[in-house]
């Protein structure tokens, strides 16, 4: 099983283009579903769909969230599909094995007002206030994850004509930016990252006070840090931006293709949860424009 494991994850990698993150959690899942195998002394190559919804019932109840039985079958399935494919196996056992129903949660999102504030908090007077200051208004200008924003390389952003390429596995994106994002994005690519980096070879975009690039972790602390400085009750992480992004832009009457194409979303259902948005701003919009609300 080992073998063919790692022929599968050799696939994903090479013919697939699937990008670190997503290979890393592939593997995570198909290693746990290999020790469960190995523990019943199941054969793999001779498991039916019983024994996978067995499967599932087992990280059920060793309290896996819905979300994580549903992803580990989706990665079980790619696996068999792979066998299948590669003639290993002959029928695709997780076909047909439904994956639990997972409850949408309903974004937290930021008002206008409060991002305004929060991006307000860097002040540009030292290396660190303008490096923050490009970043917040950066993170919610684009709507980009986390990760995407922190594998961002210098070149990747065309400051003449104001986008940046997002590159994630072997797909990417361009997204434009607004005036003050390019503003603030100008000052620190020119006065604030040229005295961080200590080596000319660093190629980040976003670089911690060593010089290196930052990490995630590195990106949360600094707007778990503004937050507090605004006084912010709400939670803020650096997708509550991403998800503030996306719905401003459809409360402001932003196309939703658009806005998927923008978020880097391959499914529209994915970016449809914002809807339930819009008619909070719609009766906004209607309350202060028509005469009789």
Same mark, same amino acid.
């Given at each position: 099983m080992e073998k063919q494991i790692n022929l599968f994850?050799? #696939? =994903?990698?090479?013919?697939?283009? =699937?990008?670190d993150n997503t290979l890393q959690s592939y593997k995570r899942d198909i290693n746990q579903y290999e020790k469960y195998v190995n523990e019943k002394q199941l054969d793999y190559l /001779?498991? &039916?769909?019983?024994?996978?919804?067995?499967?599932l019932k087992y990280l059920e &109840?060793?309290?896996?969230?819905?979300s994580t039985v549903s992803r580990n079958l989706a990665s079980t399935r790619s696996f068999y599909q792979f066998l299948v494919r590669t003639k290993v196996i002959l029928q695709d056992p997780t076909n047909g094995v439904q994956a639990p129903k997972i409850e949408k949660r309903i974004p937290s999102i930021l008002t206008a007002k409060e991002v305004e504030l929060l991006l307000e908090q860097p002040q540009n007077v030292d290396l660190k206030g303008i490096r923050d200051k490009a970043m917040l208004e950066f993170a919610y200008a684009t709507g980009?994850?986390? +990760?995407?924003?922190?594998? =961002?390389?210098?070149? &990747? !952003?065309?400051l003449k004509e104001s986008y940046v $390429?997002? /590159? +994630?596995?072997a797909r990417q994106r361009n997204i434009p930016l607004g005036t003050l994002s390019m503003k603030a994005l100008q000052e620190y690519i020119e006065e604030a990252r040229p005295y961080m980096i200590k080596d000319e070879n660093i190629e980040a975009l976003f !670089?911690? $006070?060593?010089? /290196?690039? =930052? +990490?995630?972790?590195? #990106?949360?602390?600094? $707007?778990?840090?503004?937050?507090?400085?605004?006084?912010i009750t709400k939670e803020i992480t650096p997708h509550v931006l991403r998800h503030s992004f996306a719905t401003h832009l459809l409360q402001n009457g932003a196309d939703l293709k658009a806005i998927q194409t923008m978020l880097g979303h391959s499914d529209i259902s994915s970016t449809q949860v914002y809807m339930q948005f819009q008619d909070e701003g719609l009766k906004n919009v209607y309350r202060k424009a028509h005469p009789r609300a």
């Open positions: 994850l050799e #696939f =994903l990698q090479n013919d697939k283009k =699937l990008s /001779k498991i &039916d769909d019983k024994a996978i919804k067995e499967y &109840d060793i309290g896996k969230k819905a980009m994850r986390v +990760t995407e924003i922190i594998s =961002l390389n210098i070149q &990747d !952003v065309n $390429v997002c /590159k +994630t596995g !670089v911690n $006070v060593n010089g /290196k690039r =930052l +990490t995630r972790q590195g #990106f949360w602390k600094i $707007v778990k840090y503004y937050k507090e400085q605004a006084h």
